[in-house]
């Protein structure tokens, strides 16, 4: 399915006649600042700390359409790419399954809360299509939440190296994971009210704090400048951006990036879905897409304009050579981004703490999802057994310490891409599905 198809389809269900229609009976459950801090948290993970700091420093040296690496057209594409992979059209990847699964969990009140049920209702709990649909999302989650936690125990380890003085080696890197399994799996033992909620509240308190802290410490008036001009850019090329095959010159910057991109936020996107439904009772469908759609590139993008920027003055103003620094070891030129910063030694600090936080809720919120698909009925309401959420948390866990020992991440990273093929033709089923069951209970 296009991604100008997939902006169309969410935006006709959120201004359309369907927009009102409400998921679930009653009041919301959660407050609506604590809802957009979970699926805000539950949609990114540690990887958006990740990137939104070095991510343009690829596109700046290896720009696209033709422009001049280190040019000022390149630095252009470089500051603003990164806010288009992680904008609009990766929320509405999230957005589609989000609503297909949650008008089939609440208003037809199939209770099967998994990615078949959205595609072949009371069928999916004896179908076989619908066993080959959730183990493709089962493993792409798996793997994808895998290969995240092994992208961000490094960042947060090389942090703690800088910080202790203490060498950043493999049982390092272990220590953090199990710091890591030991948070999430505490937060999926207390359930979704007493642990997801108050770790993603607090995780959207510190975000706010952190970026205030780079902003006004850090180069202001250069970060909002190069924000306005970043945003402005990335508006003004979107419908090229979103369209461009790289046919003529075929560098492979399609394929490397945005293409990888649309596959993760894919492979992804049953797993959001599905979590986004169950914090999202009594809401209504335009809520729940356009709260996605605009918190969640919102919140993305805020962090790609201060943190991005911040990194790209350092470089601009020759203060560190940082693309061939990011290029040589980016886990450590991230610790040494927010060392150049005045009272350093904080920022990093917090750096690490919001990393950890949000590699947490992630992990957590997949564990319950997770144990939500494989349980074998769930009504509104309810939570999976507990001694399912805990089992899942640490499958998760130790999945990241093998291919740190195995060195299998690249074998992963491919099977979530395949697993994201199958996904994306059941999105297409998927919508088929819900406007079916949208006409015949609204006409």
């Given amino acids: 399915m296009g991604s100008h198809r997939m902006h169309g389809i969410m935006a006709w269900l959120a201004f359309g006649r369907y927009g009102k229609v409400k998921l679930g009976d009653g009041e919301p459950v959660f407050s609506t600042l604590s809802w957009v801090a979970m699926l805000f948290s539950a949609g990114v993970g ?35 790419y990164g806010m288009f992979h992680w904008g609009i059209t990766a929320w509405c990847i999230y957005a589609l399954p989000t609503i297909a699964i949650s008008y089939s969990f609440y208003v037809r009140k199939i209770p099967y809360l998994r ?35 092994s992208l961000t125990a490094p960042v947060i380890s090389a942090g703690f190296s800088h910080l202790t003085g203490v ?26 009210e007493k642990g997801i909620k108050k770790l993603a509240d607090a995780n959207f308190y510190l975000s706010i704090i952190l970026l205030l802290f780079v902003l006004i ?52 996107a049953p797993y959001t879905g599905i979590f986004v439904t169950r914090i999202s009772k009594g809401r209504t469908i335009k809520q729940v897409i356009l709260s ?15 943190l991005g920027n911040f990194a790209l003055d350092l470089e601009l103003s020759n203060a560190l050579p940082l693309a061939s620094m990011i290029e040589a070891d980016a886990f450590d030129a991230i610790s040494v981004i927010f060392l150049q910063l005045p009272y350093g030694s904080f920022a990093l600090g917090l750096f690490i703490i919001v990393t950890l936080i949000y590699v947490a809720t992630t992990y957590d919120s997949a564990s319950y999802t997770l144990a939500s698909a494989a ?25 990241p310490i093998i291919l740190m020992y195995i060195g299998g991440l690249k074998v992963v990273q491919s099977a979530v891409l395949l697993a994201g093929f199958p996904i994306a033709i059941a999105s297409i089923f998927m919508v088929r599905t819900l406007l079916k069951s949208l006409r015949e209970d609204h006409s």
């Fill in 46 to 80: 540690g990887s958006l700390l990740y990137w939104s700091v070095i991510e343009w420093a690829a596109y700046y040296t290896a720009p696209p359409f033709g422009a001049e690496p280190k040019s000022t057209n390149a630095l252009e594409w470089a500051t603003s």
């Fill in 115 to 149: 990615l078949s049920a959205a595609i072949l209702g009371e069928k999916s709990n004896t179908s076989i299509w619908a066993k080959v649909i959730d183990f493709s999302f089962m493993i792409a989650l798996i793997g994808g939440a895998g290969t995240s936690l």
């Fill in 167 to 192: 060498e950043r080696t493999p049982t390092v890197d272990l220590m953090v994971i199990c710091l890591c399994i030991a948070i999430f799996g505490t937060s999926v033992y207390m359930g979704l």
């Fill in 217 to 268: 410490v850090g180069p202001t008036t250069f970060i909002l400048m190069m924000g306005t001009e970043s945003i402005g850019f990335m508006l003004a090329n979107t419908i090229e951006m979103l369209t461009w095959t790289d046919a003529v010159d075929n560098t492979g910057f399609v394929q490397d990036y945005t293409i990888f991109y649309w596959a993760w936020w894919l492979a992804y």
């Fill in 292 to 306: 996605m759609c605009a918190y969640g590139s919102l919140g993305c993008w805020a962090f790609y304009i201060v």
């Fill in 375 to 399: 349980t074998k009925e769930l009504h509104a309401g309810e939570n999976p057994a507990t001694w399912h959420r805990i089992f899942w948390a640490f499958a998760l866990g130790i999945l």
